[in-house]
């Protein structure tokens, strides 16, 4: 009898990392400021989001310039020397209901700092005003004016529901002839149906959410469509042929299942994974980089990571592997 051939399965790579010496008393503080800020603006949820947001400090010497095309809003931040033809697509978080490229500035700055990259945040639709598929169109509909704007290659970023529907555009290729090198999430909201393990653990532990809070949100977003439709869950419509995707978690949130799971199919499929997962860190926690340290190495290493993806990098590294496995396909032996 032959014996049933299964091809190797791909995993992912997957590092567990501890908080920095000092961050557990910062993240403690951190609880206890976004708890005024939530009391503060108790009447108003966007306003109390936005607040906690623009706690992240800008970064030095990067220029802030708002766009207002035509069917596009958000705003850029620019490093001085900026690397041509190179850009980063961000798309914020905020539960589809809340957020704004504006109040991501801060973040979106030391991004741009880390990777001397002009980084474009994109404004989109929120519900309950426009429920779904606006959010997604509109991130697509940006990303085509994005790549117009002098972009040979780019990487894209996303938090929380924004990684959602970076990882949703990822899925669908441009005709454009820029290339997506890179996909960098945050805490990705990937599954709108909540259904991984660690959100329904009673062993998880979450500090910023309740499952009926995320199921409220997601229930107002849809608005009776589909949970697994692709577009509002990427986690049910990965596709081959994904460019190297970098996913960072914490080890306590009720969405770390929509990374893991997202994490091992993309994999299974030929797709170059990095899973990183922080003990004890909350969600987005790479949002606080002006407080914790282990925000602002969580941001770094994900600026390494974009570094490495870009083309002329990756076609070094190939031909640096390809001299090491032939070193003397070129050479001829003189006697």
């Known amino acids: 009898?032959?014996?049933?051939?299964?091809?190797?399965?791909?995993?992912?790579?997957?590092?567990?990392?501890?908080?920095?010496?000092?961050?557990?008393?910062?993240?403690?503080?951190?609880?206890?400021?976004?708890?005024?800020?939530?009391?503060?603006?108790?009447?108003?949820?966007?306003?109390?989001?936005?607040?906690?947001?623009?706690?992240?400090?800008?970064?030095?010497?990067?220029?802030?310039?708002?766009?207002?095309?035509?069917?596009?809003?958000?705003?850029?931040?620019?490093?001085?020397?900026?690397?041509?033809?190179?850009?980063?697509?961000?798309?914020?978080?905020?539960?589809f209901h809340l957020g704004d490229a504006k109040s991501y500035l801060g973040f979106v700055s030391q991004i741009a700092a880390l990777t001397q990259c002009a980084v474009f945040s994109v404004d989109y639709a929120r519900a309950p005003e426009r429920r779904f598929p606006a959010a997604i169109d509109d991130v697509r509909k940006a990303q085509g004016w994005f790549v117009s704007q002098d972009i040979n290659e780019y990487s894209a970023i996303g938090d929380s529901a924004g990684g959602g529907l970076v990882l949703a555009m990822a899925a669908h290729p441009t005709e454009s002839a820029a290339r997506l090198s890179s996909v960098v999430v945050f805490s990705p909201w990937t599954d709108l149906s909540n259904s991984g393990q660690s959100f329904r653990d009673p062993d998880t532990h979450d500090p910023i959410f309740t499952p009926a809070v995320l199921d409220g949100l997601a229930a107002s977003y849809l608005d009776g469509r589909n949970a697994r439709d692709p577009d509002a869950s990427p986690l049910f419509g990965i596709p081959k042929g994904l460019p190297p995707v970098y996913i960072q978690v914490g080890s306590e949130?009720?969405?770390?299942?929509?990374?893991?799971?997202?994490?091992?199919?993309?994999?299974?499929?030929?797709?170059?994974?990095?899973?990183?997962?922080y003990d004890g860190l909350h969600h987005v926690f790479q949002r606080d980089i002006g407080v914790l340290d282990t925000a602002r190495v969580a941001v770094e290493r994900a600026s390494a990571f974009i570094a490495s993806s870009w083309s002329e990098t990756r076609n070094v590294g190939r031909t640096v592997r390809k001299q090491r496995s032939t070193p003397c396909a070129h050479t001829k032996t003189q006697y």
């Open 1 to 95: 009898m032959r014996g049933h051939y299964s091809p190797h399965r791909r995993k992912p790579d997957t590092q567990h990392w501890s908080m920095q010496p000092g961050d557990g008393e910062r993240q403690k503080w951190l609880f206890r400021r976004n708890t005024l800020l939530n009391e503060l603006y108790r009447d108003d949820r966007r306003a109390a989001y936005a607040a906690m947001a623009a706690q992240t400090p800008l970064a030095d010497e990067i220029t802030i310039e708002p766009v207002a095309a035509d069917t596009v809003r958000g705003w850029w931040a620019r490093p001085p020397h900026a690397a041509p033809g190179k850009g980063i697509f961000f798309v914020h978080g905020g539960g």
């Open 253 to 277: 949130e009720l969405l770390r299942d929509d990374s893991t799971r997202y994490a091992e199919l993309a994999a299974a499929k030929g797709t170059d994974v990095r899973l990183d997962i």
